[in-house]
């Protein structure tokens, strides 16, 4: 098995959360790290970090000379990647607890499904207390991640690992999204060139933080969502009602409970009347 692995983390102002990151790294194999610092106030101590790390592999580190956003900081990350002879990457952020063994399943997974170019996991959420909220998974099989891309991504983020050959097709995360759903940017363009898919097994505790970028720039991150949908629509059910649904849920985020009764609602009046024009079309 090839295990030429590189972790990327881009981070901004969480130490401690990184160090977690780091520490709950467990494999038996080298992985290498490089984290790319989006300008944080105080520089990190590296060698606590390194102190931190007890899987083998070497932790490389990038600075940017201040905050420019984390889809910035993240293809300073992939630019050093392809400087490398690493064969696979993934993405970590400060905060994310892997589980034991992770990234060997995924490594095998792919090996075992040469056509698969991308693969991610289940994950537990849990808030910033470590109580937990609810698991998320998504679907399993290419076909159906790529129509229901259009309700929001389909991946994890720091669940993900792919050959890093996808970056010769699709070389960074757009930058127009670097605030803020720059990761779901990104895998739209992946799924149209290449097959993907979701190991259905929890493998990372994902954190929900009061200072995350899908917390504090919520309104901002559902307004690119909407954006991207538009730049890759086309007429069906799950383009339409992912369109509508998005409109809903920037125009009333306030109202979370109420949006998530009229979402069910709604998905049941349009149902028939978009499968019917779907089916014309």
């Not at 990151?21 to 194999?29: A, L, N, V, W």
């Not at 929900?208 to 538009?230: C, E, F, P, W």
């Not at 369109?243 to 979370?256: E, M, P």
Request: with cysteine; glycine share 4%.
């Amino acid at each position: 098995m090839d295990k030429r692995l590189i972790i990327t983390i881009p981070h901004y102002n969480n130490f401690d959360g990184l160090l977690k990151t780091i520490e709950s790294i467990s494999e038996q194999f080298e992985i290498d790290i490089v984290i790319t610092d989006d300008g944080s106030p105080l520089k990190l101590n590296e060698k606590l970090i390194i102190s931190s790390y007890k899987n083998k592999g070497k932790i490389f580190f990038q600075y940017l000379d201040k905050n420019y956003g984390v889809g910035i900081a993240a293809n300073k990350c992939l630019q050093f990647v392809k400087k490398g002879s690493y064969k696979y990457m993934a993405r970590l952020d400060a905060g994310d607890i892997c589980y034991e063994n992770k990234f060997m399943k995924q490594l095998s997974f792919l090996e075992a499904n040469h056509e698969i170019k991308l693969v991610g996991t289940w994950a537990r959420v849990l808030d910033s207390n470590g109580d937990f909220l609810f698991n998320i998974k998504h679907p399993l099989h290419h076909n159906q991640i790529k129509r229901k891309m259009y309700l929001n991504s389909m991946f994890i983020n720091p669940t993900v690992v792919f050959e890093t050959a996808i970056l010769e097709t699709v070389p960074e995360y757009p930058e127009e999204y670097r605030y803020a759903a720059q990761d779901y940017a990104f895998f739209f363009k992946v799924i149209k060139h290449f097959k993907c898919a979701n190991m259905p097994e929890v493998l990372l505790d994902y954190i929900i933080d009061g200072n995350s970028i899908s917390t504090k720039k919520r309104k901002l991150q559902v307004a690119n969502r909407i954006k991207i949908i538009i730049d890759n629509f086309k007429f069906g059910f799950y383009p339409v009602y992912g369109l509508i649904r998005s409109c809903i849920l920037y125009f009333f985020s306030r109202f979370v409970i109420a949006i998530a009764l009229i979402d069910d609602c709604f998905c049941v009046g349009i149902f028939f009347l978009i499968s019917i024009l779907d089916l014309i079309n």
